[in-house]
């Protein structure tokens, strides 16, 4: 009888058992393994007969003729099978049978079963599964190996060591080695023995990122405004008149962003200006300075802040083109040196005001040259000059009309005697004093200079003076013939506390706009008597006054109603309960950093 490959009809059953994989042949072999194993009892044997009974039975739902497999037909008696085969309904599965054939499909999915590999000498539903034979050979090692604490002799150099965790196996065994041998075989112990994983690398841009000063995604508007006014800042008459307050906000927000070039700056200048003020020139070279002074001839008022490049020939070029110039305000001029100060003084005796920050060059023979020159001088600033010393005292001295004197932060402080003959020469007309950072100075200066001379204060700046204590502060408060003052700064003066305080407080409390007593050891009680007496206090700096907790900073709030700003850095005493209000801006709570 002729035969070929086609295959009729099978049962649900057939088919679900061929695609598990279960073949005649399986079959057969299992039973061979049932046959060779010893049987425990009349019970296991039953069990085990009936389960291969089972196996066999529905493995091959019928014998063919002449022992043919299962799985081949003959293709002329495939009507009669079909004939005679009866549907039967289908049989539910049992758990373990559910499992086996998800785990058939999942197999086949995967790549497929391979039905032909007999010769396997593992049954894979008698075999551990991954996970139980890990388990199975790690709880091997821990039996094998002992129990950590416990003393062992190393297999290598019989040496006795302690078994710890890191303890590793003679390879090859038996034993265990100790730490030097084990690192001497190549082997280190305390190595984590899973891979690093790859450090991501960033990119060059994320690591010049700081996040605190990332620049935002969207521009704000005054950026948008800068932006547009920089690149058509020569059709800026487009807009009309500006006008002078304007001027100086759109400088403002330009020196703010440092966006203040010579292409923009036309934009601040105008022939009729009497008054200037660029807050940052960083940016501007001497070519720019020039212009300022030809294109703004008439200016009364000149300040310019960061103007480091500023030389000796823009000195020149504003001697002889702004006659008018009275008052100067500089910051950072390090270029200019002597020579063409004393050029400047010469050519501009109409100065009133000369205010100059950190200018290293300015010395003994510009002081004498200002003094001989410009005789009117009302407002006198020489702060962080590295020349200064008691010489100059003595050209200041002849400048009757005074009004405003700083002469703060010297590179060598002024000596006390000298300070006290300048303030009894000039110190009646004084509205303004700064003498901070002279730290030589000692209470002569309150009790000989100030006490007896000042009449007209309205601002007293003495910061950092570590010389002058509590007694002759509160004296000189309580003996004073000056008017109430408007601000007082006496910050770091390490010795004041409770008397200068009350002083302080009696004498100009009703007019106090302006407070820093930063850094003082005043007691909590003093520290209360501030809000009851400084009533128009707008700007209150306590910092490092370690006795204010929350009552004081309560007292200022309820008694000073127009205080806007409080500075607490350092004064841990303070809570989160804290009190607030609105539009008060309270800065260096300790506990809203942590």
């Known amino acids: 009888m002729s035969r070929n490959n086609v295959r009729g009809p099978t049962s649900a059953l057939t088919e679900f058992l061929r695609e598990s994989g279960i073949t005649p042949t399986l079959i057969a072999r299992r039973a061979r393994q049932t046959d060779q194993i010893p049987q425990a009892g009349p019970s296991n044997l039953n069990n085990d007969e009936s389960q291969t009974q089972e196996d066999e039975t529905r ?63 593992e049954d894979e539903y008698t075999a551990l599964s991954r996970g139980a034979a890990i388990n199975r050979a790690r709880a091997a090692v821990s039996e094998a190996k002992p129990p950590i604490g416990s003393f062992e002799n190393c297999a290598k150099c019989e040496k006795q060591f302690t078994v710890t965790r890191y303890t590793m196996a003679a390879n090859p065994g038996p034993g265990w080695l100790c730490h030097e041998c084990a690192k001497s075989s190549g082997a280190d112990p305390f190595k984590d023995k899973r891979p690093a994983a790859p450090r991501k690398r960033k990119a060059p841009e994320d690591k010049r990122k700081v996040i605190s000063f990332e620049d935002r995604e969207l521009p704000s508007l005054a950026s948008l405004c800068i932006r547009i006014v920089s690149q058509h800042i020569e059709n800026i008459e487009a807009l009309g008149d500006v006008g002078f307050v304007n001027k100086i906000e759109i400088g403002k927000i330009l020196s703010k962003n440092r966006s203040l070039t010579p292409e923009n700056a036309s934009l601040l200048y105008d022939v009729k200006n009497t008054e200037l ?42 001697r002889t083109h702004l006659r008018e110039l009275r008052r100067l305000d500089l910051l950072g001029p390090f270029l200019v040196k002597p020579d063409a100060w004393q050029s400047f003084f010469a050519g501009c005796r109409q100065l009133t005001g000369f205010l100059i920050t950190q200018s290293p060059r300015f010395d003994i023979e510009c002081m004498s040259s200002l003094a001989q020159h410009c005789t009117n001088l ?69 009790s000989e200079g100030l006490t007896p001379n000042a009449r007209l204060l309205t601002s007293l700046v003495l910061n950092e003076l570590p010389e002058i204590t509590d007694e002759a502060m509160g004296a000189f408060f309580v003996n004073s013939t000056n008017i109430p003052m408007h601000r007082i700064s006496l910050r770091r003066c390490h010795e004041l506390a409770d008397e200068a305080l009350n002083g302080l407080l009696k004498h100009s409390g009703s007019t106090l706009v302006d407070l820093d007593i930063n850094n003082w050891t005043a007691s909590n009680d003093a520290l209360l008597t501030i809000g009851e007496h400084a009533k128009f206090l707008k700007n209150l700096d306590i910092g490092f006054c370690r006795q204010a907790d929350d009552f004081v900073i309560k007292a200022v709030i309820d008694g000073c109603e127009g205080v806007k700003d409080i500075s607490v850095f350092g004064c841990n005493k303070l809570t989160d309960n804290c009190p607030r209000k609105r539009g008060i801006n309270i800065r260096g709570i300790e506990t809203h950093t942590v």
């Open 378 to 446: 009302t407002e006198l600033r020489l702060s962080q000059i590295g020349m200064m010393s008691d010489k100059f005292l003595g050209y200041i001295e002849g400048f009757g009309n005074l009004t405003s004197l700083e002469l703060s932060e010297p590179a060598k402080s002024l000596g006390t005697d000298g300070v006290v003959a300048l303030l009894k020469a000039v110190g009646s007309n004084l509205s303004h004093l700064n003498l901070s950072k002279n730290d030589l100075l000692t209470d002569k200066v309150l």
């Open 277 to 318: 003020t660029l807050f940052d020139a960083t940016k501007l070279g001497p070519n720019a300075f020039c212009t300022l002074a030809s294109l703004n001839p008439f200016l009364e008022s000149l300040r310019v802040d960061f103007c480091g490049r500023l030389n000796d020939d823009v000195v020149k070029h504003w």
């Open 59 to 121: 493995a091959s739902p019928r014998r063919n003729r002449e022992d043919e497999p299962v799985n081949e037909y003959d293709s002329e008696n495939l009507d009669e099978e079909e004939e005679s085969r009866i549907p039967a309904k289908k049989r539910k599965l049992s758990k373990e049978q559910e499992k086996a054939r998800m785990k058939a499909k999942n197999k086949n999915r995967k790549g497929g079963v391979d039905d032909s590999d007999d010769d396997s000498d």
